[in-house]
């Protein structure tokens, strides 16, 4: 679990520093907000693709070798994105941006589809939990991230934050190879379309992909909401978004804790952190038709909801789509875990990226209150859809225990015997 941590934590340092200071910085460049939404979004669009493959390949590629080179390549990659400000503004500068961003995609889906498959095998009855505690060290990645990056930005300029957590990544390969032990397995015949056409893991998959384009969004647009609303200096930014991360990180081993000791109140957490996450970036502007002036402080409230709410859905979904698969005659192994963690990637990464890319148009074109009431739907119809779904399912269980087709064929030999 340390391996895994480690990458865990370190590449989502290296995903956040960009917030507090990137958007403004490609603004100098000539990048448009939809640009900047853009090529945060085509992060997440590479990843997606690659998660799938990665992830239906596992077995033959293996989960060790996976893993660790998707920390060397993100490493790598992280370091020549600092060196972009040496390139000249306009086209060259947002090409190469595309470009390393794209590299860096498939080094982090190779890393991460590894990872929860690992995690998944070495703790088969307790995944929820093993998860909730690794968001520990997502969330303190998520935490450290910002102020770090807004520090080492002001500090030593655009360069320092991006060699420094590169060089960090790269040490990182060699303890990995060492600590990190290696699965073999069987390839399996089952595959991504069996998996997603089930319709209670194509309800999941919107759940992770709403969840997802609802934290992505965050990442061009709230940084210079802060900056023009709240008037804080770059170095304060990365602050403001230490209340969802730290209530995300501290909320989410609890949360799977309880899923695991109490499965079947996976379905209900999934319901009402999706219907939560929406109330609450309904009331992150707040969304103008409330005339509610925003205020810092009621900022940050919501930030920490929106934190606690996202885990109440993501920590839940991995170990339900597992459970969903096992009824439906999926075999159990690692290539099933393979299945199900580049399903989760490649979900999370569609939402990563249209999370930003709507969000960069929507904040451009109606502004941060209203994008982000409208970023909210997605996850109030997955909310609702799930909710409509499980309903529907326990109703129907409930009169098959009822009325079991045993009944009905005796009463109906009975009824023959009378007459």
């Known amino acids: 679990m340390a391996a895994t941590a480690s990458i865990n934590f370190s590449s989502m340092i290296c995903y956040s520093i960009l917030g507090p200071f990137f958007p403004s910085e490609a603004e100098k460049k000539g990048a448009s907000n939809t640009i900047v939404g853009l090529i945060f979004g085509c992060f997440a669009l590479v990843n997606f693709s690659t998660s799938l493959i990665l992830g239906n390949y596992l077995t033959h590629i293996g ?7 998707g920390m060397f390549v993100s490493g790598c990659v992280t370091i020549l994105f600092g060196m972009l400000d040496k390139v000249p503004s306009g086209p060259m500068f947002i090409g190469l941006c595309f470009l390393i961003r794209a590299m860096d995609a498939v080094g982090f889906a190779a890393a991460m589809t590894a990872s929860f498959s690992i995690l998944a095998k070495a703790f088969p009855s307790n995944i929820a939990t093993v998860l909730g505690s690794l968001e520990i060290f997502t969330g303190l990645g998520l935490v450290l991230g910002p102020p770090l990056g807004g520090f080492l930005y002001q500090s030593f300029g655009f360069e320092v934050p991006f060699i420094t957590l590169g060089c960090v990544v790269l040490v990182l390969v060699p303890v990995n190879m060492c600590i990190l032990p290696k699965y073999d397995s069987i390839p399996s015949k089952d595959s991504f379309w069996k998996l ?133 005659g999926f075999e159990e192994g690692l290539s099933l ?46 909310g609702l859809a799930t909710g409509i779904f499980y309903i529907t399912e326990a109703t129907r269980r409930s009169s098959s225990l009822q009325n079991p087709p045993g009944n009905n064929e005796e009463r109906t030999h009975l009824m023959g015997s009378e007459t």
């Open 337 to 382: 875990l393979g299945l199900v963690s580049g399903l989760f990637s490649a979900m999370w990464s569609l939402g990563a990226f249209t999370g930003p890319t709507l969000g960069g148009f929507l904040n451009e074109k109606l502004g941060f209150e209203w994008a982000s009431a409208i970023q909210g739907g997605w996850a109030l119809l997955s």
């Open 196 to 328: 997603i056409l089930l319709p209670k893991v194509l309800l999941l998959c919107s759940t992770i992909f709403s969840l997802s384009a609802c934290l992505g969004f965050l990442d061009p647009t709230m940084s210079l909401f802060i900056l023009k609303k709240f008037k804080l200096p770059a170095g304060y930014v990365g602050l403001v978004f230490l209340g969802l991360a730290l209530s995300y990180s501290l909320s989410s081993p609890l949360l799977g804790l309880l899923s695991d000791k109490l499965p079947y109140l996976r379905k209900w957490l999934l319901v009402s952190g999706s219907l939560m996450t929406a109330l609450c970036f309904f009331m992150l502007g707040p969304a103008p038709v409330l005339h509610i002036e925003s205020q810092l402080w009621m900022f940050v409230l919501v930030l920490v909801l929106v934190g606690f709410s996202l885990g109440m859905s993501a920590i839940p979904v991995f170990p339900e789509i597992l459970h969903c698969a096992y009824e439906n």
């Open 63 to 69: 989960a060790k070798f996976m893993f660790v080179a």
